[in-house]
């Protein structure tokens, strides 16, 4: 589960206002209070509702579920989770104030609709070839990380009698 923590900001100044909750504040929200070690055994009223939201497609509009200091961290994280079950992304939870978890509306404009069905799947026809080929040289790297260490014992004997025969010869090949 990947959950970002918000930075401390001043949400008053005009340029943190696009990493503050304060334009979501003031939608309309259903208020949904979460009773505390109870989020698990009402998981599946809170998928339903988030799908119902989804559904519903009403601008500007989400659900607050209702979270305090009593709630434990398993309602949190089952909160969390249904809504990965409900397949809903956008949420957010309002550390400045409240400490709610809040799910937010995805809006679709439905005069949009020949603009999305346009752009909806940009790769759906595409075919994507993987047309990389190892050298020489690389095959020869893997197969030498595949050896085990007494490989090695044998290959360096190998060269340092290879190297103590190499003198031999070029000493008889000298001319005394």
């Not at 949009?112 to 075919?127: G, Q, T």
Request: hydrophobic fraction near 40%.
């Amino acid at each position: 589960m990947d959950i970002v923590t918000p930075a401390k900001i001043d949400s008053t100044e005009k340029w943190n206002s696009a990493f503050s909750f304060e334009l979501f504040r003031n939608w309309n929200y259903k208020k949904i209070v979460v009773t505390p070690n109870t989020a698990k055994l009402n998981s599946n009223y809170y998928v339903s509702e988030i799908k119902k939201m989804q559904k519903r497609n009403v601008k500007n509009s989400g659900i607050e579920f209702i979270i305090d200091n009593k709630n434990s961290y398993g309602d949190f994280v089952s909160l969390l989770n249904d809504m990965a079950i409900a397949k809903h992304e956008i949420y957010g939870v309002d550390m400045d104030k409240t400490g709610h978890i809040f799910a937010l509306v995805n809006y679709k404009n439905p005069n949009a609709k020949e603009i999305d069905e346009e752009y909806e799947c940009l790769l759906c026809n595409d075919v994507i070839y993987d047309e990389y080929e190892p050298s020489f040289l690389d095959d020869c790297q893997f197969y030498l990380q595949q050896l085990p260490t007494e490989a090695f014992y044998l290959i360096f004997g190998f060269l340092l009698f290879l190297n103590i025969s190499m003198f031999s010869i070029k000493e008889s090949f000298q001319i005394h």
